[in-house]
């Protein structure tokens, strides 16, 4: 009896039946590769800082030591070529923090697209202004490194995707730029949610083709779980990029949230949480996070740091009495 062929041993040109001949296609062979000649183009893992104080150290690589046993290392920023989707309620920073990268890039010489969608140039421009007064950065030694797109007053921008693409383009050729920001990613798909993730997807793809490490504010709806990673247009938008990172705000109102937030009744809270990052390791706490007076977003410790050293505190007090 003769053994049938599997299909890989089948001959390519074995006949199809007319209706497999009808949709037959042939095989993009250029798609398929082994992974040492893929890794001969991976880019190399490093960091880029965030502007954010608190924040570089919160994502992280593996490396072997002299045993070769995994160590973990802090990356000091978002991993470089990263496309970061940064989601939250209104007033919860993300704007302050898309603008602190921004103006770090440009600090150390990275220049930066930012797209904004949602206030024109010129209110940008001020934003960005009293920004480097806060980083202590002289505006003079970044203003001709962050390039502005202006989809907000140019509406052809926000309802046209080939034509924004084009300006990107141009913008990243003509001043080299290393990354981009768009602030928001929610603007360019209003009342037309179930566009987001093509949207999106396209938006992903050119920031991979042009090495852009980039940053999309997108905006919670009112319904949505504060913390987590879905966003105006459902889970579209995290479930294509690189890393989510979720920002939330909660108001205390109970004796309890006062104990564990260590704020006055009535005082908002907000909180920071990375929801994954396919590109590197990250810390999974859930932290506080400050506005300062003068409207910088600073990281601070996990509300399990928090607890750690509230239970540390009563133990010293109750052994104290003790004794």
Not at 127 to 133: N, Y
Not at 176 to 195: C, H, P, Q, W
Request: hydrophobic content about 40%; glycine content about 6%; charged content about 30%.
């Amino acid at each position: 009896m003769v053994r049938p062929l599997s299909p890989w041993e089948a001959d390519d040109s074995a006949e199809f039946s007319a209706e497999e001949k009808e949709t037959a296609r042939e095989p993009l062979r250029e798609s398929v590769e082994v992974l040492r000649e893929v890794s001969r183009r991976a880019p190399k893992l490093e960091g880029t800082p965030t502007g954010v104080p608190g924040l570089d150290d919160l994502f992280f690589m593996t490396v072997l030591d002299e045993r070769d046993r995994p160590r973990r290392v802090p990356l000091k920023g978002f991993p470089q070529y990263a496309v970061i989707h940064l989601t939250g309620v209104s007033d919860t920073g993300k704007s302050l923090m898309a603008e602190q990268f921004a103006l770090q890039q440009a600090l150390i010489g990275n220049p930066t697209v930012f797209v904004t969608v949602e206030a024109p140039a010129p209110f940008l421009a001020a934003s960005l202004r009293e920004r480097a007064k806060a980083l202590g950065i002289r505006y003079e030694d970044v203003e001709d490194r962050i390039i502005i797109v202006d989809a907000a007053t140019h509406g052809v921008l926000r309802d046209d995707l080939p034509t924004l693409l084009n300006t990107l383009a141009y913008a990243i050729r003509t001043y080299k730029a290393k990354n981009t920001v768009i602030d928001s990613v929610t603007g360019l798909y209003e009342a037309k949610e179930m566009l987001a993730r093509t949207v999106v997807r396209r938006l992903y793809n050119f920031m991979k083709k042009w090495y852009q490490t980039a940053i999309f504010v997108s905006q919670k709806r009112s319904g949505h779980e504060e913390l987590s990673a879905e966003a105006a247009g459902g889970y579209a938008v995290s479930h294509i990029v690189d890393c989510s990172i979720v920002l939330a705000k909660k108001t205390v109102l109970s004796a309890y949230d006062e104990r564990l937030y260590e704020v006055p009744l009535g005082e908002v809270v907000r909180l920071i949480r990375i929801d994954g990052c396919r590109m590197c390791g990250h810390d999974t706490a859930t932290r506080r996070m400050e506005i300062t007076e003068s409207g910088l977003v600073v990281v601070r410790e996990s509300l399990q740091e928090m607890a750690r050293r509230r239970r540390a505190g009563v133990a010293s007090e109750s052994t104290g009495s003790d004794e």
